[in-house]
Nanobody
Framework: QVQLVESGGGLVQAGGSLRLSCSASGHTSSVYRVAWFRQDPGKEREFVGSIHYTWNTTDYADSVLGRFTISRDNAKNTVYLQMNILKPEDTAVYFC????????????????????WGQGTQVTVSS
């Protein structure tokens, strides 16, 4: 089992920055990919970006491309989401997710690919 704990959320003005952290513990050697999702009340949980645990390659949703950056500190077993030029529409609960699935018939951008989830952290961007 893998445990994930997010931190770093808060209130920020539009145009500002925040950095979220996702600390992983447990059987982290089984993880293939870690992603960030976000969810507004009443909306679907949407993919924000991800990092492949072996190759350290990243990809992002179009809505955050060029503004958000995912990185990883192997020694701390922590994945970061650096969010710059924040907009009010970035307001959501942000979730960290990890996948230890060796096979999945679908895209890694689907929340179904991920079998470990954190509790979420609120990000609020004021206009």
């Amino acid at each position: 089992q893998v445990q994930l704990v997010e931190s770093g959320g808060g209130l920020v003005q539009a145009g500002g920055s925040l950095r979220l952290s996702c600390s992983a513990s447990g059987h982290t050697s089984s993880v293939y990919r870690v992603a960030w999702f976000r969810q507004d009340p009443g909306k679907e949980r949407e993919f924000v970006g991800s990092i492949h645990y072996t190759w350290n390659t990243t990809d992002y949703a179009d809505s955050v491309l060029g503004r958000f950056t995912i990185s990883r500190d192997n020694a701390k077993n922590t994945v970061y989401l650096q969010m710059n030029i924040l907009k009010p529409e970035d307001t959501a609960v942000y979730f960290c997710a990890a996948s230890s699935k060796s096979f999945f018939d679908g895209t890694h951008r689907s929340r179904l690919y991920y079998n470990h989830w954190g509790q979420g952290t609120q990000v609020t961007v004021s206009s």
